[in-house]
């Protein structure tokens, strides 16, 4: 049965499910341009739409409250990829809560519903959207939303954790929606560590018994262009993040099997649509794998050089001193 429009969304005449969707923002003006239009063509419409800005030098909180939006502005200083999404965990009245970032672009106006007809069995508390290339994606970013974001729907829960590895926490911090009262419950977001809180959380999720879904009919816009030192610096803060919690320490969640899956997938699209493109894609993954393997080596490296390696350098000026083992 459709998903119908309400005070909130019931969802098979059972339960009305509220349902708010969170950007946090940082000069986001030119990306506003495509997000705000499509969140006001979602159809059902959110009950509450939050945005959080990090003390942007542009318009961008003027241009949400214009839209007619809330707009909560903090200290730069103050971000932090769990904390602040815990922040809006907080202030949002609703069931369910629909995490973006502010260059995800819904494609068409179903998002919301699509998302929500797996929250129609109560043991789901992860749904997480389907990624789309944006039109300027180079090959490696159109091979990578391919792989990393398939066709088909899937759903994982807690003896898939323990059998299918990492693959079973997969899940973006772009696009996904969480069951409010399951992530509550097992604490939120972690706080301190630079990246990869969204894979906490589902890791969590489902070893407390919930189920997650791979919502493949839920679409949005949203790839990124790396540079080399940017997917150093990525990854760097993915390696730290693997190796400071005990969700990415089990063997069930080895990277390897996946990363040597990744790689073998990768030579065939290249080989197929762009054979003279593979050595610098190799090259990438190479690069890729560099940082993350520093980033696991990070104790052994001076406080100055992990600014310099990570994405998020601002984690290692102020929070990282959340978690005492960190450094």
């Not at 103050?78 to 973006?100: E, P, Q």
């Not at 073998?264 to 699209?269: C, D, L, N, R, V």
Request: net charge neutral; aromatic share 10%.
């Amino acid at each position: 049965m459709p998903i119908k429009e309400s005070e909130g969304v019931n969802v098979n005449n059972e339960v009305k499910l509220r349902v708010g969707v969170f950007v946090p923002m940082l000069n986001a003006a030119s990306e506003l341009e495509l997000l705000l239009p499509a969140l006001v063509r979602l159809d059902p419409a959110p009950d509450e739409v939050l945005f959080i800005d990090s003390s942007s030098t542009d318009d961008s909180c003027e241009l949400v409250t214009q839209a007619g939006y809330q707009c909560k502005v903090i200290k730069r200083a103050d971000f932090g990829h769990g904390r602040t999404r815990n922040l809006a965990t907080k202030y949002m009245d609703v069931d369910i809560i629909l995490y973006m970032t502010q260059d995800a672009i819904p494609q068409g106006s179903d998002l919301i519903k699509k998302m929500l007809e797996a929250f129609s069995d109560p043991l789901v508390a992860h749904v997480v959207a389907r990624q789309l290339p944006r039109a300027d994606a180079t090959f490696s970013a159109q091979f990578s939303r391919a792989f990393n974001y398939p066709s088909s729907t899937y759903r994982h829960d807690k003896a898939d954790f323990e059998t299918k590895g990492i693959r079973a926490i997969f899940t973006s911090n772009s696009c996904a929606a969480y069951r409010k009262e399951a992530l509550q419950a097992i604490g939120g977001f972690a706080a301190g560590i630079p990246s990869n809180e969204d894979a906490i959380a589902v890791g969590e999720l489902l070893k407390a018994g919930h189920s997650m879904v791979y919502q493949s009919a839920a679409e949005v816009i949203h790839s990124h262009n790396y540079g080399l030192s940017e997917e150093f610096r990525r990854y760097f803060d993915t390696g730290v993040a693997h190796s400071v919690h005990d969700i990415f320490n089990q063997p069930a969640t080895s990277v390897g099997d996946e990363g040597r899956s990744y790689v073998k997938s990768e030579i065939g699209f290249f080989l197929k649509h762009a054979p003279l493109q593979l050595m610098p894609a190799l090259f990438r993954d190479f690069v890729r794998w560099s940082g993350y393997r520093t980033g696991k080596a990070h104790r052994f490296l001076p406080l100055w050089l992990k600014r310099k390696c990570a994405l998020n350098r601002s984690f290692w000026i102020d929070e990282y001193k959340l978690v005492g083992n960190i450094c």
